[in-house]
């Protein structure tokens, strides 16, 4: 069976819906586990053979690329119902097979390559030794449930290398860099739609992390509507979480990634919805390093250290950054990314205004082209007058083709970007100054402990959060501040 479908995915036409749904239908069929390369299943009972095929069958096919897409758009059952059978499987091993499985039995069974699948998505699968079936890990596999890989188990396994070298981590890494556009654009969908599924699912530490891998995505290939969702959903999902440690581990992810990219007003204002939330959790020197870095990086610029923040409230910001650029400008050499930003005489080229530093008027920029191979994208300055009839129309002046969301900007990403591409604010080293914020706070925790007064614990796992409801209120508009 698994061969059968492995040579139809390999076909020129590729495997469907169908396909996928006979495979799983045909699993249903399996009398005899042994048959199947399953010996260890034999003994068990009607039920849980029954259950266990199901499961098998479904962790079979999220090793496939498009079998996980069926099996998230079609079946709605990746990840969330897709990890409870992983979990089913491992908990059905016996604790031999399992060390055989996850490379920690003394003496390898294979390759390790031969028996481990990676992918740029994150997802790891392990091949259940002397079959053909494979199993992924998912977060409900190695959670807090019982029967789950255990932190030391997943500790061992990602060290593991391969016969070229690398480690697992390594190797998701190698497959994450040098996407094409194209190719970004469909992996940080993916882990959007993945986000949103561990978010419905109430899984808020979950949703965090693959919120913040769709931005990391994003950002590699500057991929700003993409990167808005991503943003706006790890803030929404870390205002979920009661771990602290959850929200410095990806808190301090996201924060970097932002940083790292030049955008760091943007990396301010999140730091400064964080630490809002972390003020309702517990008072620690995590709250302290997220509320100074971005009062530094936000009174640089002469803004508000508040989280938000108008477009009306930007612009005279967003004016002298421009007029600050007058000549990089008149250069045509202000680039953020694979974008150059243009504005040619300072004049909006489709409504005729002039730019003037002192005149109350908000400035945006509008996509004219997005990269292509070869070939730069361009953002041209315009005035909000432009913005509001592309707004209406959703037409481009020049090109007279449809206004896409990822073709008209305002407020502070364009600020953040004219930031960025000038190197006006510096470097903010978040997660330099996050680890040592958080290894105090541990330091402080193992001393209250002693005195026996009460201290939040960095738990990892996903909670149900009793107030998730109300923290998330005030991630709802940033996408909104940004896009026209």
């Known amino acids: 069976m698994i061969a059968a479908l492995e040579a139809k995915i390999r076909s020129p036409g590729g495997a469907g819906a169908a396909d996928f749904e006979a495979f799983l239908a045909d699993v249903e069929t399996i009398d005899d586990m042994s048959d199947a390369g399953l010996r260890w299943a034999q003994g068990k009972d ?49 604790p031999e097979l399992r060390a055989e499985m996850l490379f920690q039995s003394e003496v390898p069974w294979c390759r390790f390559e031969e028996a481990v699948r990676v992918f740029n998505d994150g997802l790891i699968a392990v091949m259940i030794p002397r079959t053909s079936w494979f199993i992924p890990v998912l977060l409900a596999s190695s959670d807090n449930a019982e029967g789950r890989i255990t932190a030391t188990e997943v500790q061992r396994f990602l060290s593991r290398r391969s016969t070229s070298g690398e480690t697992i981590g390594e190797s998701i890494f190698l497959g994450r860099t040098g996407l094409t556009r194209d190719a970004g654009l469909d992996l940080a969908a993916w882990h959007l739609k993945i986000a949103d599924s561990y978010e419905k699912a109430r899984q808020p530490s979950s949703a965090a992390m693959e919120y913040v891998s769709a931005c990391e995505i994003a950002l590699s290939v500057d991929a700003l509507p993409s990167l808005l969702f991503g943003v706006a959903g790890a803030v929404r999902a870390l205002e979920g979480c009661r771990s602290v440690g959850v929200i410095y581990q990806q808190g301090r992810r996201l924060l970097g990634l932002l940083d790292l990219r030049g955008l760091r007003l943007m990396s301010a204002h999140v730091a400064l919805w964080l630490v809002s939330w972390l003020d309702h959790l517990e008072r620690s020197p995590l709250n302290k390093v997220l509320r100074k870095n971005a009062r530094r990086c936000l009174e640089r610029l002469g803004l508000p250290v508040t989280p938000g923040g108008s477009v009306a409230e930007l612009a005279p910001a967003i004016r002298h950054a421009i007029a600050r650029r007058r000549e990089v400008f008149a250069a045509d ?14 004049r909006d080229p489709y409504a005729g205004i002039d730019f003037c530093e002192d005149a109350e008027q908000s400035w945006m920029l509008l996509a004219s082209c997005h990269p292509a191979p070869g070939c730069d994208g361009i953002f041209d300055v315009v005035a909000s007058e432009t913005a509001a009839g592309v707004a209406k129309t959703r037409v481009h002046p020049q090109t007279q083709m449809p206004v896409v969301e990822d073709d008209l900007f305002q407020g502070l990403l364009v600020l953040d970007m004219l930031q960025a591409a000038g190197g006006d604010v510096p ?58």
Request: with cysteine.
């Open 46 to 94: 009607a039920h849980d053979l029954s259950e266990l095929r199901k499961a098998l069958a479904f962790c079979q096919l999220s090793v496939y690329p498009d079998g996980r897409r069926y099996l998230a758009d079609r079946a709605n059952h990746y990840p969330i119902e897709t990890g409870e059978c992983s979990l089913r499987v491992f908990k059905s091993l016996s």
């Open 427 to 484: 470097e903010l080293k978040w997660r330099q100054f996050l680890e040592i914020a958080f290894r105090l706070r541990e330091v402080s925790a193992r001393h209250s402990r002693r005195s026996s007064a009460p201290v939040s614990q960095p738990v990892l796992a996903d909670e149900r959060p009793a107030d998730a409801d109300d923290a998330t209120q005030s991630t709802w508009g940033l996408r909104r501040r940004h896009v026209r």
């Open 333 to 346: 050499k202000l680039r953020f990314g694979s974008y150059r930003i243009r504005f040619v005489g300072m």
